[in-house]
């Protein structure tokens, strides 16, 4: 494909609901383009986006793909991303990296979570935005209703410019308002004529609503408008312009994905109307604690991000880049400003689904993939030496599901580890830690469908096989009196025998300390270099767990007192007078149980609240404060047992029919209430 300068470039991100047609629209667009021959199917598993064998088997996106293609002089790079929530972070990455959003929503099934979750996120990111309805030849699809819809959750600036011309199945083209002719479609082929008679009356009403979603962008045009001057088709159509660049007109424009209808004119919309790379905002960038701004432009210094990172089995790491300034040919060599390393561009490609074809240039907006570059992850900066800066990223989403894994085979654990690592760096959303207190390495994401996937990865691309079990919960152990106890350790075998006597008091520290130990030992009752052994079995005792079994925290140990022999003393004897000391202190000193509270933050709309807060009382949750978010949405804050929301993931979902988020994060240990003591004990102790 030949080079294409900044003005011309289009990146194009489609999200929306999952199966409201992103992936079928994306083949429809490539066929029309000429790019592909004939449209793959999401259902046969044959389309450009969704190559992954996961997608392929659950016929849904997973990742954002791209599908770039050329429309006259204009390269577009469109992005389909995933329209399922556990994948929303795709959907993320993709639009921090368009000019303009396409919208797909089903005239069926009008507009759903995820449309309303895109929009969200297009209008933070101030992202120009256009919807495509969808679907219309299917039966029971109504144009009419999901424009109200859309007028309704959306607000102003709605302007449809399109109508459809036949319904359902008969469905056949579409009504241009603002030119006033009708397109119709033979077998993708489009041709014009008169709008037809029986139409005037539904003409009329969306025409109004397209004025209407028009003016909003030009003050004095609002204003003669509402004096009852009906603005020019010139004047209506340069205010779309400033409007759609501005991100406050919204166009609504209508077709049929699978049948080809209005497709081609939603290519010229977007290279005619849409941004340029130009029209970008100026990419903010932070060098220390002082940030500058860098403009998209060609000729400036080259600036890159790194927006996604694909792990290939056999092609190794690809690196898909946004060229935010200059223009870069193969063979740059930039400095990643993360691990201050320099980083050899060796070949630039353009990546359309899963085919690589070399390009010689890049310019500032240009949005492709780089094969292989050494260090560089998810998030990374790329700039000259001499601009030592990183751009302001898209925050990892905080991880919201977790299961616990562990190799099929034994001595695969290291395998394991490599493989797990690797997947993280393609998907931001996956986090992994090793929780020491419960031995267990824990997988979390966002979602069931997103860990399931994880692992079909783990085999498909590394051949590792894992058993999963549930997340324990890290319970601990504190003490609530002082005590005192004699630990003695007295062992006499033939000849040389083991002796040590430490004398310990243990006192309750404040939440979060820790541990602290106190030599008080004078006159040497225990000989100095001995008094660490003490402190280390002491140690050990709390490791290996207190009354419950569970590691005990917040305490303070002093050694006061003790004994020792000339001949039979030593470090072990010493260690073992402490761990036994410990532990029998331990049990005169009141044990507490302790879980961990997780501090919760959820944004639901307002009718879920009342929900919501009933489903967390029942779940021990303290509410700390609601607030008003954005649009309709409260905001919840509450500290819950962690045991109590392990799939709080789920749930939501379930309670809120997907419009509920949340994020979550451990905020402190507290005790367990007497009265549930032996329910989580048990629990606990339960083989996973
Ligand atoms: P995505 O999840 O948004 O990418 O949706 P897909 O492109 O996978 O489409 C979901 C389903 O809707 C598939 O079975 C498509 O064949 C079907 N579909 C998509 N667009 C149209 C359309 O315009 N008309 C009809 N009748 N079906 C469509």
């Given at each position: 494909m030949p080079n294409v300068p900044s003005a011309k470039i289009r990146n194009v991100a489609l999200v929306g609901?999952?199966?409201?047609g992103k992936t079928t629209l994306a083949e429809a667009l490539l066929v029309c383009a000429g790019a592909i021959n004939r449209a793959g199917r999401t259902e046969d598993g044959t389309t450009v986006c969704d190559f992954e064998p996961e997608e392929v088997k659950r016929k849904i996106s997973v990742s954002l793909s791209l599908a770039p293609f050329d429309w006259g002089d204009h390269r577009v790079n469109l992005i389909d991303t995933p329209g399922y929530a556990d994948f929303v972070a795709e959907m993320e990455a993709g639009l921090s990296v368009a000019d303009l959003a396409v919208v797909v929503v089903s005239a069926v099934d009008g507009v759903e979570v995820q449309t309303q979750v895109a929009w969200r996120i297009a209008s933070e990111l101030g992202l120009p935005r256009l919807i495509f309805v969808n679907k219309l030849d299917r039966e029971r699809a109504d144009f009419e209703r999901t424009l109200d819809q859309l007028r309704e959750l959306f607000g102003a600036g709605i302007a449809p410019l399109e109508l459809p011309i036949g319904e359902e199945a008969a469905f056949s083209g579409v009504a241009d308002l603002l030119t006033d002719t009708a397109i119709t479609y033979d077998a993708g082929k489009p041709s014009s004529g008169p709008i037809p008679d029986e139409m005037s009356a539904m003409e009329h009403r969306v025409h109004e609503a397209l004025v209407e979603g028009i003016v909003v962008a030009d003050d004095d045009l609002m204003e003669r408008y509402l004096e009852g001057v009906t603005p020019s088709t010139k004047e209506l159509e340069t205010t779309l312009a400033h409007g759609v660049a501005a991100a406050t007109v919204f166009p609504v424009v209508c077709g049929s994905a699978a049948r080809q209808i209005a497709v081609d004119r939603l290519a010229d919309f977007i290279c005619e109307i849409g941004p340029s790379?130009?029209?970008?905002?100026p990419t903010v960038v932070r060098a220390g604690d002082k940030t500058t701004e860098v403009p998209v432009d060609p000729s400036g210094e080259t600036l890159v991000r790194v927006f996604k990172t694909i792990a290939d089995p056999y092609v190794g790491k690809i690196s898909l880049i946004h060229v935010l300034s200059g223009t870069l040919r193969p063979d740059a060599v930039l400095t990643?400003?993360?691990?201050h390393s320099d980083e050899r561009l060796h070949a630039l490609q353009l990546l359309r689904g899963k085919e690589a074809q070399p390009i010689s240039e890049a310019q500032a907006g240009d949005v492709i993939a780089v094969p292989k570059l050494s260090e560089a992850r998810t998030g990374d900066t790329l700039a000259p030496k001499t601009m030592p800066v990183t751009i302001e990223g898209v925050p990892a989403p905080a991880p919201l599901l977790s299961i616990a894994v562990k190799p099929?085979?034994?001595?695969?654990e290291d395998k394991l580890m490599t493989a797990l690592h690797r997947l993280q760096e393609e998907d931001t959303a996956l986090a992994l830690r090793r929780e020491d207190e419960t031995r267990q390495t824990i997988l979390s994401g966002m979602g069931d469908t997103h860990l399931q996937i994880v692992l079909e990865k783990l085999q498909r691309k590394f051949g590792v096989e894992v058993d999963t079990e549930p997340v324990r919960v890290p319970y601990r152990e504190t003490i609530s009196q002082p005590a005192e106890a004699e630990g003695k350790y007295k062992k006499q075998t033939g000849g040389h025998g083991q002796f040590g006597v430490a004398n310990l008091k243990i006192e309750p520290l404040e939440r979060g300390v820790g541990f602290e130990f106190v030599d008080q030992i004078v006159g040497g009752a225990i000989p100095r270099q001995f008094i660490p052994a003490v402190e280390k079995g002491v140690q050990e005792a709390m490791g290996a767990g207190g009354h419950y079994g569970f590691p005990v925290v917040d305490v303070r140990v002093t050694c006061f007192d003790g004994k020792y022999h000339?001949?039979?003393?030593s470090e072990m004897s010493f260690k073992m007078a402490g761990s036994l000391g410990f532990k029998e202190a331990m049990e005169k000193a009141g044990p507490v149980l302790l879980e961990p509270i997780s501090r919760l933050e959820i944004s639901v709309p307002a009718q879920f609240q009342g929900e919501v807060l009933g489903d967390l009382n029942s779940r021990r949750g303290r509410v700390l404060g609601t607030e008003a978010g954005g649009g309709d949405e409260q905001i919840v804050i509450a500290l819950v047992p962690t045991s109590e929301i392990l799939r709080y993931a789920t749930d939501l979902r379930s309670i809120t029919g997907g419009r509920g988020r949340f994020s979550l994060s451990h905020d402190r240990y507290e005790p367990v209430p007497q009265q549930l003591v032996d329910r989580v004990i048990k629990a606990a102790l339960q083989p996973a």
């Amino acid at each position: 494909m030949p080079n294409v300068p900044s003005a011309k470039i289009r990146n194009v991100a489609l999200v929306g609901h999952g199966a409201a047609g992103k992936t079928t629209l994306a083949e429809a667009l490539l066929v029309c383009a000429g790019a592909i021959n004939r449209a793959g199917r999401t259902e046969d598993g044959t389309t450009v986006c969704d190559f992954e064998p996961e997608e392929v088997k659950r016929k849904i996106s997973v990742s954002l793909s791209l599908a770039p293609f050329d429309w006259g002089d204009h390269r577009v790079n469109l992005i389909d991303t995933p329209g399922y929530a556990d994948f929303v972070a795709e959907m993320e990455a993709g639009l921090s990296v368009a000019d303009l959003a396409v919208v797909v929503v089903s005239a069926v099934d009008g507009v759903e979570v995820q449309t309303q979750v895109a929009w969200r996120i297009a209008s933070e990111l101030g992202l120009p935005r256009l919807i495509f309805v969808n679907k219309l030849d299917r039966e029971r699809a109504d144009f009419e209703r999901t424009l109200d819809q859309l007028r309704e959750l959306f607000g102003a600036g709605i302007a449809p410019l399109e109508l459809p011309i036949g319904e359902e199945a008969a469905f056949s083209g579409v009504a241009d308002l603002l030119t006033d002719t009708a397109i119709t479609y033979d077998a993708g082929k489009p041709s014009s004529g008169p709008i037809p008679d029986e139409m005037s009356a539904m003409e009329h009403r969306v025409h109004e609503a397209l004025v209407e979603g028009i003016v909003v962008a030009d003050d004095d045009l609002m204003e003669r408008y509402l004096e009852g001057v009906t603005p020019s088709t010139k004047e209506l159509e340069t205010t779309l312009a400033h409007g759609v660049a501005a991100a406050t007109v919204f166009p609504v424009v209508c077709g049929s994905a699978a049948r080809q209808i209005a497709v081609d004119r939603l290519a010229d919309f977007i290279c005619e109307i849409g941004p340029s790379p130009l029209d970008r905002k100026p990419t903010v960038v932070r060098a220390g604690d002082k940030t500058t701004e860098v403009p998209v432009d060609p000729s400036g210094e080259t600036l890159v991000r790194v927006f996604k990172t694909i792990a290939d089995p056999y092609v190794g790491k690809i690196s898909l880049i946004h060229v935010l300034s200059g223009t870069l040919r193969p063979d740059a060599v930039l400095t990643n400003t993360r691990t201050h390393s320099d980083e050899r561009l060796h070949a630039l490609q353009l990546l359309r689904g899963k085919e690589a074809q070399p390009i010689s240039e890049a310019q500032a907006g240009d949005v492709i993939a780089v094969p292989k570059l050494s260090e560089a992850r998810t998030g990374d900066t790329l700039a000259p030496k001499t601009m030592p800066v990183t751009i302001e990223g898209v925050p990892a989403p905080a991880p919201l599901l977790s299961i616990a894994v562990k190799p099929k085979a034994k001595g695969d654990e290291d395998k394991l580890m490599t493989a797990l690592h690797r997947l993280q760096e393609e998907d931001t959303a996956l986090a992994l830690r090793r929780e020491d207190e419960t031995r267990q390495t824990i997988l979390s994401g966002m979602g069931d469908t997103h860990l399931q996937i994880v692992l079909e990865k783990l085999q498909r691309k590394f051949g590792v096989e894992v058993d999963t079990e549930p997340v324990r919960v890290p319970y601990r152990e504190t003490i609530s009196q002082p005590a005192e106890a004699e630990g003695k350790y007295k062992k006499q075998t033939g000849g040389h025998g083991q002796f040590g006597v430490a004398n310990l008091k243990i006192e309750p520290l404040e939440r979060g300390v820790g541990f602290e130990f106190v030599d008080q030992i004078v006159g040497g009752a225990i000989p100095r270099q001995f008094i660490p052994a003490v402190e280390k079995g002491v140690q050990e005792a709390m490791g290996a767990g207190g009354h419950y079994g569970f590691p005990v925290v917040d305490v303070r140990v002093t050694c006061f007192d003790g004994k020792y022999h000339s001949v039979d003393s030593s470090e072990m004897s010493f260690k073992m007078a402490g761990s036994l000391g410990f532990k029998e202190a331990m049990e005169k000193a009141g044990p507490v149980l302790l879980e961990p509270i997780s501090r919760l933050e959820i944004s639901v709309p307002a009718q879920f609240q009342g929900e919501v807060l009933g489903d967390l009382n029942s779940r021990r949750g303290r509410v700390l404060g609601t607030e008003a978010g954005g649009g309709d949405e409260q905001i919840v804050i509450a500290l819950v047992p962690t045991s109590e929301i392990l799939r709080y993931a789920t749930d939501l979902r379930s309670i809120t029919g997907g419009r509920g988020r949340f994020s979550l994060s451990h905020d402190r240990y507290e005790p367990v209430p007497q009265q549930l003591v032996d329910r989580v004990i048990k629990a606990a102790l339960q083989p996973a």
